[in-house]
């Protein structure tokens, strides 16, 4: 008995660094110190025998085991919160939480909203737009789409769906209306989105994928929203990296044109995650349903 109440006394430091994926970070939410959210962890993995993360470069990863273990202890303390709230008065298991990434949630998202209240007008949904990966998020939610390989803590991953990305920019930009060789990108103003850590796609990962030597030195100016990028090319400021569910809408409009006929092809590039908030299960699983046969 002993021994089961000290691991559930160290659930809750293990579920801050699981949902964060950072010990330093768990600790200043808790109020305790580093050395004793990383002390209560490795105890924790002492009595149940397996690794809860991988330690490399000060930073830590969830294994498996882990990463299965704080989507339980997510839930089971989501479900607490939730029960207290009940007794409160202030549950409203009838919404669904929707996060997405703001630039899907802005471009691609709201113009389809329509039709996906049209099909269910029976699900209330909110709709919460971020521009921080899930391991950032302040409340729960039901349901969370954000570009694959950014940090998801323990959230549970429903699907991939691919994208392409290719470089666009105003038409007013270029002088010919026709496409440019793909090499001719590198010599023209880049315009790219700035984030910490580097979990997003950009220009030396296109050069790279597009076989093309990254030149020496590049014109490029930073921002630190993808739609503020996207803004800026139809300004006429220079060339965006473009995906294509999130500026054929604005292509169709005139506002960008494909710069080159290269387009890089992403097999998984948005994930979609179940995460911890207990809401009308059948509704959320209309919803995930729904979002898979549109992205997918």
């Known amino acids: 008995m002993q021994s089961d109440e000290l691991q559930l006394a160290r659930l809750r430091p293990f579920e801050a660094a699981a949902r964060l994926e950072s010990f330093t970070r768990a600790a200043d939410e808790l109020g305790l110190t580093q050395t004793a959210i990383s002390r209560q962890i490795a105890q924790l993995e002492a009595e149940l025998g397996v690794r809860l993360f991988e330690r490399r470069n000060r930073a830590v990863f969830l294994t498996d085991e882990g990463r299965r273990l704080g989507r339980v202890v997510a839930e089971a303390l989501t479900s607490i919160r939730t029960e207290i ?48 990966p899930l391991t950032e998020a302040l409340e729960p939610f039901d349901i969370a789409i954000q570009t694959t390989g950014r940090a998801c803590g323990a959230a549970r991953l429903l699907f991939t769906a691919p994208d392409e990305i290719f470089p666009v920019c105003a038409p007013s930009f270029l002088d010919s209306p026709d496409p440019l060789p793909p090499e001719a990108v ?7 989105h700035r984030v910490t850590p580097q979990d997003w796609f950009d220009w030396p990962d296109w050069f790279a994928a597009a076989g093309l030597a990254r030149p020496a030195s590049l014109r490029m100016t930073a921002f630190d929203s993808y739609p503020l990028v996207l803004q800026a090319a139809v300004s006429g400021q220079g060339v965006a990296l473009g995906w294509k569910r999130t500026v054929s809408g604005m292509i169709d409009e005139g506002k960008l044109r494909p710069v080159c006929n290269l387009s890089i092809e992403r097999p998984g590039e948005l994930s979609v995650f179940r995460g911890s908030r207990r809401s009308n299960h059948a509704s959320v699983e209309r919803l995930a349903a729904w979002l898979r046969a549109e992205l997918v």
């Open 85 to 132: 709230a009940s007794i409160r008065g202030s549950r409203d298991p009838d919404t669904v939480v929707l996060r997405c990434q703001l630039c899907e949630a802005f471009y691609w998202l709201m113009p389809r909203l329509a039709e996906f209240h049209a099909a269910h007008p029976e699900i209330q949904l909110q709709l919460v737009s971020a521009l921080d």
């Open 186 to 192: 590198a010599h023209l103003p880049l315009l790219f």
